[in-house]
């Protein structure tokens, strides 16, 4: 399925979420509502809107409730992407400024801040409580994983169970709540467990497909590739070459790791070894079955329109060429 054919159930819905997003976010402060306009402007692929509204629509037309669920996902999901670019320095994201780079880091704090506590109010105000309890539960595992990574990644010793955690946590963590809330917002609370773990297995899945593309071509993606390795990060196919490499070569990657990682012809070396050694193939591999082990989370509900447009999401997740 192409991106259009997948939005086409929740087209309407998108557009009414986009004027209500607007809305949640407004403030009596100028600069607070400048700086939020902007952030609104620059959205992306609204992917996380798009799973709460599919995961509603398979039981129910999208309510209120739905589109509450949404802009609490969004609104969480702006923040820490707001606080992230303020902790990673960076000026740039998507190819817009970032708000740091625009009005420095203590107004950047001040604006992922103040969209937290539009979350708890917005929850209070609506009566809810059970849609915060899942966003509160995403807030911790997000921390979590990202302190989980941090720790793991001073010593270079990530296992493959590990990175999992990692992964889980930090970004998978967030699709299953867009899943688990758009469940709970149609009211249909007996299939909320399914979509929580659809959701997870699919967040694995988008997670998995991102260090793949950090060892392709840079023209080809559209920005940098051997990132991971600038940062000392050890995702799936490094760890799986770490694992099963020749012990010469292996010593060779955690040389370039710990002390070249940020020298371009050793970070390229370091990516053609991680591909001589089948480091991709197996990435490949875990990403597809991961997807299939969605899908068949869905297979016991009815079909209908969203149900195909979600198995049309998974497959678009793996097959995305940027």
């Not at 497959?315 to 995305?320: A, G, K, P, S, W």
């Amino acid at each position: 399925m192409t991106s259009e054919e997948i939005m086409q159930p929740v087209r309407e819905d998108l557009k009414e979420f986009e004027t209500y997003l607007g809305q949640t976010m407004k403030s009596e402060i100028p600069l607070l509502d400048k700086v939020t306009h902007y952030l609104v402007k620059r959205k992306g692929k609204q992917v996380r809107p798009i799973f709460v509204f599919l995961s509603c629509r398979l039981f129910q037309p999208v309510n209120q409730k739905a589109l509450d669920a949404a802009a609490l996902v969004e609104l969480l999901h702006t923040a820490t992407l707001v606080h992230d670019d303020v902790v990673d320095d960076a000026n740039e994201r998507r190819g817009y400024f970032s708000v740091n780079a625009l009005w420095k880091n203590k107004i950047a704090v001040l604006v992922g801040d103040y969209m937290l506590s539009r979350i708890l109010l917005l929850s209070l105000e609506k009566n809810n409580t059970d849609l915060l309890e899942i966003i509160a539960r995403s807030v911790r595992e997000m921390s979590e994983g990202e302190l989980l990574q941090i720790e793991k990644a001073r010593k270079l010793d990530i296992t493959e169970e590990v990175y999992f955690e990692v992964i889980r946590k930090k970004t998978a963590s967030l699709i299953s709540t867009c899943c688990e809330a758009g469940c709970l917002a149609s009211g249909e609370v007996e299939h909320r467990e399914r979509l929580r773990k659809f959701g997870e297995l699919v967040g694995l899945a988008f997670q998995i497909k991102d260090d793949i593309f950090d060892y392709g071509s840079s023209s080809e993606i559209g920005k940098p590739t051997g990132n991971d390795i600038r940062e000392q990060k050890l995702t799936l196919p490094m760890i799986y070459t770490l694992d099963h490499a020749s012990t010469t070569e292996q010593r060779e990657l955690r040389y370039i790791i710990k002390n070249r990682y940020n020298e371009e012809k050793y970070i390229r070396r370091a990516m053609e070894l991680v591909i001589q050694n089948d480091g991709l193939t197996y990435a490949q591999q875990r990403m597809v079955s991961l997807g299939e082990e969605a899908k068949k989370m869905l297979e016991p509900l009815e079909n209908n329109e969203a149900k195909t447009a979600l198995i049309g999401l998974v497959d678009y997740t793996m097959q995305r060429t940027k």
